[in-house]
């Protein structure tokens, strides 16, 4: 069974850099759309930013010009930078990839774990 597995999470004042990485446990057959969302305390889980496998990116508002997204397709990782943090970034970040594990099949949505972004002076 495929699993996406997270990493970068953490601490971070305002004005500060993070970079969240996504990679899977093992090697699917393909990977569609990969994605980065998070979800807030008291919020619902929103899309921050997604990417295709050919590499066309979309951006939620609150994320163009401070996050980019990126993708190394032959690693079947996938990648965030987020600069300029601000308050309202802290969330639990997911990871999400529209997986297909054999021919034939149709792509299913799988998901991180979770790791946890706080942005705090």
């Known amino acids: 069974q495929v699993q996406l597995v997270e990493s970068g999470g953490g601490l971070v004042q305002p004005g500060g850099s993070l970079r969240l990485s996504c990679a899977t446990s093992?090697?699917?057959?393909?990977?569609?759309?990969m994605a980065w969302y998070r979800q807030a305390p008291g919020k619902e889980r929103e899309l921050v930013a997604s990417i295709t496998a050919g590499g066309r990116t979309k951006y939620a508002d609150s994320a163009k010009g401070r996050f980019t997204i990126s993708r190394h397709n032959f690693e079947n990782t996938v990648s965030l930078e987020m600069n300029s943090l601000k308050l309202e970034d802290t969330a639990v970040y997911y990871c999400?990839?529209?997986?297909?594990?054999?021919?034939?099949?149709?792509?299913?949505?799988?998901w991180g774990q979770g790791t946890q972004v706080t942005v705090s002076s």
């Open positions: 093992v090697r699917p057959f393909r990977i569609n759309d």
């Open positions: 999400n990839a529209q997986i297909v594990t054999s021919w034939g099949e149709s792509s299913r949505p799988h």
